[in-house]
Nanobody, 116 residues
Framework: QVQLLESLGDLVQAGGSLRLSCAAS????????LGWYRQPPGKEREFIAI???????NYADSVKGRFTISRDNAKNILYLQMNSLKPEDTAVYYC??????????WGRGTQVTVSS
């Protein structure tokens, strides 16, 4: 099993920045990729960014150029640096871990609210 714990979100003004972190624990050796998803109010969960074990990354078009995913492999921590935040970035943000055989693990989520 892999446990994922996101840092607390925050209320941020539009144009501001926020960094989320996700601490992975447990059987972290089975993790092939780590990523972030979010669920805006009244909408379905959506992909934001992913980083593979080889450190290659991909982003959703909606956050490309504004968000940066990174990881500290020694500490098993995943980060999401969010800059130039917009009200439409308001959502519950989830950390995701994909095991080599395809199973996915999820954090409990953390609320990020961007005020206009």
């Amino acid at each position: 099993q892999v446990q994922l714990l996101e840092s607390l979100g925050d209320l941020v003004q539009a144009g501001g920045s926020l960094r989320l972190s996700c601490a992975a624990s447990g059987s972290t050796s089975v993790i092939n990729a780590l990523g972030w998803y979010r669920q805006p109010p009244g909408k379905e969960r959506e992909f934001i960014a992913i980083m593979s074990s080889g450190d290659s990354s991909n982003y959703a078009d909606s956050v490309k150029g504004r968000f940066t995913i990174s990881r500290d492999n020694a500490k098993n921590i995943l980060y999401l640096q969010m800059n130039s935040l917009k009200p439409e970035d308001t959502a519950v943000y989830y950390c995701n871990a994909q095991a080599y055989w395809g199973h996915e693990f999820w954090g409990r989520g953390t609320q990020v609210t961007v005020s206009s």
